[in-house]
């Protein structure tokens, strides 16, 4: 693939990323791009907030990912768990994403934990080396020079959610790819 591109979509703390991310995945499939990855919607039972999950693009499998409370497991990102099941579904969607014939491969989200060689930076690192894959990259506005200082993303096209609609957002990347 010739110049693949990377898309960062970015924004505040809950100013709708991964919903934005949602609608374009759809309106991606349905212009019939060949997408994969995963995304980490927010998971609330009786209106309490109780974390993320990790969904499967290409099968809406999920796992639950970061919760409020403990499993058992210690490991935390500022006041969430990292439930370890959740991490290797994850990692293993990623790793089918990079090896499979996708157009376009998604991360939902990159971060500290990323930064710090954990979470998703494992993948990360192998659609890097080399890129053969067009990515579209969730980052939240307050880590993102930290993120791309480390990463050093080629090809990249940041996208503030805020400013773009999700339909037009689709019809640029399926344009420029």
Known sequence: MKNPQTYILTGNFNSGKTSFLIKLIEVLKEKKIKI????????????????????????????PFLRTYTNGTTDKIGNFYIYQQGLKFGLECLKIANETKNQIVVIDEIGRLENWGKGWASELQNMLNPQNKHLILVINEEYLEEVIDKWKFKNTKIIKISKEDFVATANRIIREI
Not at 36 to 51: A, D, M, Q, S
Request: net charge negative.
């Open 36 to 63: 994969n990855g995963i995304y980490c919607p927010k998971v609330f039972e009786n209106k309490n907030f109780l974390g993320f999950d990790v969904v499967d693009i290409q099968t809406n499998k999920s796992e």
